[in-house]
């Protein structure tokens, strides 16, 4: 995919056993199944929070004294939402069988029950808890070190996850509210605390607002910096884009264009004619489409 591009250490799970035997035929059928069955407490061929932890604390402690970029993919509230105990139950018991039927359900060939449904919810708040407390570790480590108050911290997300709100499951599938809403914490120097920003944003901004922070300013790039939200308090009302292109194999192109404001959702179904429109800010939930009535049809 070509992550790799651009960094002096790139690490990921591809370089471990259990992905090498996640590649063959016993591993994948056999060993793998035998290893959910008698652990139960991680992916077999992906590294967990802790783990990819462990191999950051290895790094820092081997670092330059230069400037560093570091970015890390936590993959643990991807399904099947495996994460280690007391983690595994905080929340409350998850149903392996809702577990096992969420693929099946991903794919739309099963409808979940309201308690399958609420059980694929719970394991996913549970992974949730687990990384909220690995990004905890790593914050107390980088405290430590004498660079914490000249390092600037960004968290944020890919994307969200459904659970049935729009008859889609997981992400990749959607563009509901539920898959596009996602957190973005930012802290630093020179970034006030305890300020929440209630103006659209969009996770292309991040580019340039890193760029500015590393002082490199000559850059072009087509979106504008994050921090004039906190600096001017004057964001203006901005459209932002989202896209998704239908894989399936069809004779017209299939998929959707989400275009977002501070007050609008509209969704566009290519090929047909189930355009979507929600009132996001009285809607969050998007319940309630709107794009037929007649005082809309000019925002449409």
Request: hydrophobic residues 35%; glycine residues 6%.
């Amino acid at each position: 995919w070509g992550l790799a591009r651009g960094f002096e250490t790139y690490t990921d799970s591809t370089t471990s056993l259990g992905y090498s035997l996640d590649a063959t035929r016993f591993g994948n059928k056999i060993i793998e199944p035998l290893s959910e069955a008698w652990f139960h407490h991680s992916r077999f061929n992906e590294f967990n929070a802790h783990q990819l932890n462990e191999r950051v604390y290895h790094w820092f402690d081997h670092r330059s004294g230069r400037p560093f970029f570091l970015l890390i993919h936590y993959n643990d509230a991807h399904d099947s939402y495996e994460v280690p105990s007391p983690y595994d139950h905080l929340f409350g018991p998850v149903s392996e069988e809702a577990k096992r039927l969420l693929p099946e359900a991903k794919y739309g060939r099963v409808e979940l029950t309201n308690s399958q449904r609420q059980s694929v919810i719970t394991a996913y708040d549970n992974s949730l808890k687990y990384i909220d407390s690995q990004v905890g570790e790593l914050l107390r480590s980088l405290e430590r070190s004498p660079e914490c108050s000249n390092t600037y911290i960004i968290i944020t997300a890919d994307h969200g996850e459904a659970f049935g709100e729009h008859h889609a499951y997981t992400h990749g599938w959607d563009l509901h509210r539920e898959v596009l809403h996602v957190p973005l914490v930012v802290a630093g120097p020179g970034i006030p605390a305890g300020v929440r920003i209630t103006a659209i944003a969009n996770t292309p901004q991040i580019f340039p607002t890193v760029l500015e922070w590393a002082g490199i300013k000559q850059a072009t790039v087509h979106q504008s910096s994050l921090s004039r939200m906190w600096d001017t308090h004057d964001a203006p009302d901005e459209t932002t884009l989202s896209e998704f292109i239908d894989p399936t194999p069809s004779s017209a192109p299939r998929g959707m264009i989400s275009i977002t404001t501070r007050k609008w959702h509209f969704i566009h179904y290519r090929g047909s004619h189930r355009d979507r429109l929600y009132h996001w800010h009285t809607d969050p939930l998007e319940q309630m489409n709107v794009s037929e009535l007649p005082e809309n049809q000019a925002i449409v």
